[in-house]
């Protein structure tokens, strides 16, 4: 005897758009992607039911999303701008790098990451341009969590220039300023010569800025350099060194600023024979990294180019 196929009911009230759903996507290989999408699917259609948005509420926020898609290039990467200034970048990091085993804090990438800046000797300046600002002197070590020196570490450093561009933003800076890689020597120590970073207003003149204007919050990043610390056998660390005033860390856009990697940055207004070729004023930073055993591995940069 036949067995008459039963068909999925047919969808006609808001109660029944969920389970459908979820019914349609049952078939699915993967556990974890099964796991995601469920949860993802559920959130989603009970975000809808409880908020109730409008069709022009609805259309606009796709097309919001579009945007993000329209505003992203070589030089700029608008979607992980968003991702960040929603704080969900900061929740993915802490998800991942919590630093309880004793190694240094870490903290969101960025979305100015290229990825490829050229080698350098130990002491070198990475500003490959003329860059206003004071000199920074930036040195430290790199250990395991036991403090036991780590030699042949890559120290992968970017930051903004001190009016607040970084350079695939700034036309009139040279290719890669303000971007370098260094390797640990010996003894686990690097140094390098920049100038002192600035707090800097992340890009507003796109979808981000916005939903920042519509939310009435400022766009301010506090000042810090970028670092990328990998070797092999080591778990990669992503972390920014900060320096500014508790106000500007506390009100950070993108909620990346952690007490942890808040370095000591020393005005110097006095020659010193230590740094015989610093103009005063000029900033020294010392700071040692702690790495933890594990997988080295490199994020990939969400830009590849600068701006024409």
């Known amino acids: 005897m036949n067995q008459m196929k039963i068909l999925p009911k047919l969808i006609s009230r808001e109660s029944d758009v969920t389970p459908a759903v979820l019914a349609a ?33 609805y259309e606009f926020g796709l097309q919001w999303i579009a945007e993000l898609g329209k505003h992203t290039n070589e030089s ?29 804090m870490s903290a969101l990438l960025g979305p100015f990451y290229r990825g490829q800046a050229p080698h350098c000797q130990l002491g070198d300046c990475i500003a490959r341009s003329a860059t206003p600002g004071p000199k920074l002197f930036f040195s430290g070590r790199v250990t395991d969590v036991e403090g036991n020196p780590i030699q042949g570490v890559t120290l992968d450093v970017w930051q903004a220039s001190p ?13 890669f300023n303000l971007r370098g890689r260094f390797t640990t020597d010996e003894d686990g120590r690097y140094h390098f010569v920049s100038v002192k970073p600035a707090g800097y207003p992340v890009p507003t003149n796109g979808p981000v800025g916005v939903l920042l204007r519509a939310q009435e919050r400022a766009p301010m990043r506090p000042a810090h350099v970028h670092f ?37 940055f020393v005005e110097r207004n006095e020659p010193d024979p ?35």
């Open 76 to 104: 700029h990467n608008e979607v992980v701008l968003a991702a960040d200034a929603l704080g969900a970048s900061t929740l993915i990091d802490l998800i991942n790098n919590n630093g309880m085993q004793g190694e240094t």
């Open 274 to 308: 230590d740094y015989p070729d610093a103009t005063t004023p000029f900033y020294t930073c010392e700071y040692d990294f702690k790495l933890v055993a594990g997988i080295s591995t490199q994020p990939v940069p969400p830009i590849s180019g600068k701006v024409a």
């Open 25 to 57: 996507m049952g078939n699915t290989a993967s556990p974890r992607l099964t796991q995601m999408m469920t949860s993802l699917v559920t959130h989603l259609h009970q975000f809808i039911l409880e908020t109730r948005p409008t069709e022009e509420e």
């Open 228 to 264: 990328i610390v990998s070797a092999p056998g080591y778990k990669t660390l992503v972390t920014q060194i900060f320096s500014d005033s508790p106000e500007a860390l506390a009100a950070d856009v993108v909620f990346g600023a952690k007490t942890q990697i808040v370095g000591h």
């Open 163 to 175: 009016v607040g561009l970084y350079e695939n933003q700034d036309a009139g800076q040279d290719d």
